[in-house]
């Protein structure tokens, strides 16, 4: 099989899910559209309420908000709050209390597991008051993979003969997001047919630069870096500066971005319903 035939079998592929999970996630949205979290009917959704880390660059809170209201557009009977862990406005437990509501569904525009969705935001929402449920992290998942390749494609990727990956990522002491980082890298390499190396802003190791290295070893020559940011920040700022060769923009209001977060709070009322069952 040649290589053009082969990524344009995984392409297909690739595509053909992700349409069918974009259909299923439409037709749960309408199902679950009056699930209470108790698995009651209900009149009103309950609200999603989107938590994101915060940063001091004033980019971030604008992809945010922009990312915010492509998912409004998206749905747009669902209310959709935003909540911060720290650095920005509205802070979590703040969004949480002016709510005016007794339960939510909150997901967090984190990539993989870690501290924050395992401990933090449980915690928060448990003080707050609100009856709470909190989604799983957005990684790994097809559509992250998707918004992955498009970002690649905008900023000039094109498959030849010696080209490579470093997938960039901000990184955590918590084993499990390393695993769940691996798998996205696993999944990119799949869709785009090359070699793709996880790489780390800070904490845990290899560093860009070392991954840059590792695959030039293996002889690979056109390295391009797919930052594996949600938004524009400090680390995805250090990680783009350290690319040999393209870098990709961070994920920010990708259409990928918006399923895959109406994708998580709809699992959440799913599970409820099941559980209530």
């Known amino acids: 099989m040649t290589a053009s035939k082969h990524l344009h079998d995984e392409s297909t592929s690739f595509d053909s899910t992700a349409t069918l999970m974009n259909r299923i996630s439409s037709q749960l949205a309408s199902q679950l559209s009056l699930v209470s979290l108790d698995?009651?009917?209900?009149?009103?959704?309950?609200?999603?309420?989107?938590?994101?880390?915060?940063?001091?660059?004033?980019?971030?809170l604008s992809t945010v908000r922009a990312l915010l209201d492509r998912v409004r557009?998206?749905?747009?009977?669902?209310?959709?709050?935003?909540?911060?862990?720290?650095?920005n406005a509205p802070l979590l437990p703040d969004t949480l209390a002016d709510l005016g509501t007794d339960e939510a569904v909150l997901v967090p525009l984190l990539l993989s597991r870690g501290y924050h969705v395992k401990r933090d935001i449980p915690e928060t929402a448990a003080a707050s008051g609100v009856r709470a449920r909190v989604a799983k992290a957005l990684g790994p998942h097809p559509y992250l993979v998707e918004a992955l390749c498009d970002r690649l494609a905008e900023a000039g990727w094109a498959w030849t003969p010696g080209t490579a990956v470093v997938l960039a990522a901000a990184g955590s002491r918590d084993p499990e997001s390393g695993t769940d980082t691996a798998r996205t890298a696993a999944l990119l390499s799949e869709r785009l047919g090359v070699p793709v190396r996880v790489a780390y802003a800070t904490t845990a190791g290899p560093t860009v630069p070392e991954a840059v290295a590792s695959l030039r070893g293996l002889g690979h020559r056109r390295i391009a870096v797919a930052s594996y940011f949600t938004a524009p920040g400090r680390f995805a700022t250090e990680c783009s500066a350290q690319a040999p060769w393209i870098v990709s923009a961070p994920l920010g209001d990708h259409p990928g971005m918006v399923r895959l977060l109406l994708h998580r709070y709809d699992q959440v009322l799913l599970d409820r319903l099941n559980a209530a069952a």
Do not use: K, N, Q, Y
């Not at 209900?42 to 940063?55: E, F, I, K």
């Not at 557009?73 to 650095?87: K, N, T, W, Y």
């Open 73 to 87: 557009e998206a749905r747009p009977e669902l209310s959709v709050r935003l909540g911060h862990i720290e650095l």
């Open 39 to 60: 698995g009651r009917r209900r009149t009103t959704r309950p609200p999603m309420v989107v938590v994101a880390h915060g940063s001091r660059d004033p980019r971030a």
